[in-house]
């Protein structure tokens, strides 16, 4: 049984050669995709066709492999702009991943804009990649961290971050979309108070890139990282998008080579962005199979997506919701299509390993959010999350395994 939505779910699952599988004897079921997701053949192509037809180190050479691949390169930053509607080609940064990016941000702003006594502002549903990097520089710096609290059912606080914000705040780093919960975050009112005591924001989109619209001039962030892998492209490729201004008079995260204009052993001289922040050879294979990513979200359309995926959800919360000693985790009302849940009496872990022996791979544990876990009272979760090739009857043998996996238990 597939979807009512007017995409082709079946023409969809036939690009992604890995979901066509059996494991552990039974049809592949994939609930992991906010972990990653899977990757469509023109993905696989893309690296395919670089490393058969013209592997070569970019920007320096002049022979025509490197010409070639040096175009294909940059022809995905031209792509990524539009993609999150960046004003300028230059405000694209290519990372290995979005903890790269915050990490980037953290040190290189950091370093050079905080003072002691100043504040940084994080909420209390950020993974660890929008955490520790926070902890880090405001140690050297001996800054402050704050906190925004969560509610119970996973929504910010926005009035206690009111209250938060002051002129000692300098930056505020939040996620567009929670990994463990699914909330989706009221980033443009955040972003809008933030800037009214003139701090910077960083809003963490790991979540969001493969699933909500981005516009980053109309949300007026500052920084904006995503992670390719969790949007249908390679891993170990990331993009920090930062606003022009703020990019060029932040100091270089790594030294090396691309990111110089000229060394002596005296002084060196920077390279104009993006390439002060690219030093060494890029991830050139990985980069450039992100454009047939991109190219693959586009063709579908994100209101496609974002309708097929909340069905999807919607549906789940039905099944899930009936079955005995199972509580939903993470149940605003603006959400991404991640579903976590606990079952009274049985460790997050075992269910996960009954389902994977169905066939069925969802992630268990503390979806490195474990300050998350703490304030919700729990070890950790079971995380359904659903993508665009997911169907409703994907969802059903979901609540059949569990609601057999409760049953065997109780007996
Ligand atoms: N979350 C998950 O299963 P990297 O690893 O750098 O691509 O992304 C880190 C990261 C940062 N922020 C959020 C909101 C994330 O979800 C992630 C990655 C995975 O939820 C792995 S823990």
């Known amino acids: 049984m597939t979807t009512a939505t007017a995409i082709d779910i079946e023409k969809i699952r036939a690009k992604f050669p890995i979901l066509h599988q059996n494991v552990n004897g039974k049809r592949l079921i994939y609930f992991d995709n906010a972990a990653t997701n899977q990757k469509p053949q023109e993905v696989i192509d893309a690296l395919t066709n670089y490393y058969q037809g013209y592997n070569a180190n970019i920007h320096r050479g002049i022979h025509t492999l490197a010409e070639k691949a040096t175009k294909a390169f940059e ?58 990097p926070w902890q880090l520089i405001c140690e050297e710096k001996k800054a402050n961290l704050k906190v925004i609290p969560v509610s119970e059912i996973g929504d910010i606080d926005l009035e206690e971050y009111r209250k938060l914000l002051s002129r000692k705040t300098k930056i505020v780093a939040v996620n567009h979309a929670s990994n463990s919960l699914g909330t989706i975050n009221p980033i443009k009112k955040i972003i809008q108070l933030a800037h009214e005591v003139d701090a910077v924001v960083l809003i963490d989109g790991a979540q969001a890139a493969a699933h909500l619209d981005i516009d980053v001039q109309n949300l007026d962030c500052d920084f904006y990282c995503i992670s390719s892998h969790k949007m249908y492209g390679p891993t170990g490729v990331g993009i920090l998008y930062g606003k022009k201004s703020i990019l060029e008079k932040m100091p270089p995260y790594m030294g090396g080579g691309e990111m110089i204009k000229e060394v002596t052993f005296a002084k060196t001289t920077y390279n104009d962005i993006p390439y002060k922040f690219e030093a060494g050879t890029p991830n050139i294979s990985d980069v450039i199979a992100l454009n047939a990513a991109i190219l693959f979200i586009n063709n579908l359309g994100k209101d496609q997506i974002a309708e097929h995926e909340n069905e999807l959800l919607e549906y789940a919360v039905e099944k899930l919701s009936a079955i005995p000693k199972l509580k939903l985790i993470g149940t605003a009302k603006n959400k991404v299509a991640v579903q976590s849940f606990i079952v009274d009496g049985i460790h997050p872990f075992d269910i996960g390993q009954m389902l994977d022996a169905r066939g069925i791979a969802v992630r268990t544990g503390h979806h490195c959010t474990q300050p998350l876990m703490e304030r919700l009272g729990i070890e950790g979760t079971i995380r359904a999350s659903f993508s665009v090739y997911n169907t409703k009857s994907e969802v059903d043998e979901l609540a059949d395994g569990l609601m057999r996996i409760v049953n065997i238990m109780k007996g």
């Open 75 to 132: 022809k995905t930053r031209d792509s990524m702009q539009k993609f999150i509607n960046a004003k300028h080609v230059e405000e694209i940064i290519f990372t290995r991943g979005v903890t790269e990016s915050i990490n980037l941000v953290a040190s290189s702003y950091g370093r050079a804009f905080l003072k002691e006594g100043d504040e940084v502002i994080i909420s209390g549903m950020e993974h660890h990649s929008n955490i520790v």
